[in-house]
């Protein structure tokens, strides 16, 4: 499969797979409004034959890699030792990727961690990257912060991510993440 690559931008959406959002208290109330949205972004990409690349994060069974050390990890290890990995990483159905789209898997918060997602995008001379996913202080953070430190070109979909906490989410759209990247809602980045 070969990824190609337009005006060097790929949409990443990240961790919208079915062991995530199957955990979420508030899952229903939030796939009603972010699931559609995600949706849109992705069907956007594909018109304007931007790369969609998903992301997400999985363990080997019983999840060795998680260290007692890393306390938001550690936290959820006993519910993943008994998990299905392949069912928990698999991307939910409302946004399942086509045929030639990848994923990528990590092992912590950010897109980069214990991934090859840094490779696939230098492969392909991405320099932009556009965020989509849940939760925004996990993975949109993270992933965020460390594509700040490797010079990456920053887009985040502010209603293509969400939070458990809406007070969080809204702190991190409107105060902390418009210091490193465009903050846009779908419509209007539709219309770039």
Not at 14 to 39: C, E, F, R, W
Not at 87 to 99: G, R
Not at 119 to 145: E, K
Request: net charge negative; glycine share 6%.
């Amino acid at each position: 499969m070969e990824l190609k690559n337009n005006k060097n931008t790929a949409l990443l959406v990240m961790d919208m797979q079915a062991g995530i959002v199957g955990m979420l208290p508030n899952a229903t109330d939030l796939l009603s409004n972010l699931l559609p949205k995600v949706a849109q972004a992705i069907a956007s990409a594909r018109e304007n034959k931007i790369p969609v690349i998903y992301v997400t994060v999985g363990f080997r069974q019983g999840a060795p890699e998680v260290s007692v050390n890393n306390k938001g990890v550690a936290a959820v290890k006993e519910r993943l030792a008994t998990v299905n990995m392949d069912e928990f990483t698999k991307i939910h159905p409302d946004l399942a990727p086509q045929d030639g789209e990848l994923t990528v898997m990590k092992r912590r918060l950010s897109a980069f961690s214990g991934s090859d997602l840094e490779l696939v995008l230098r492969a392909v001379g991405i320099q932009h990257m556009v965020l989509t996913g849940f939760s925004t202080n996990g993975v949109v953070l993270s992933t965020l912060r460390e594509a700040t430190d490797k010079d990456y070109r920053l887009t985040v979909l502010a209603d293509c991510c969400a939070d458990g906490d809406e007070e969080v989410h809204r702190v991190l759209t409107t105060k902390i993440f418009p210091r490193h990247a465009d903050v846009l809602m779908v419509d209007d980045w539709n219309k770039i």
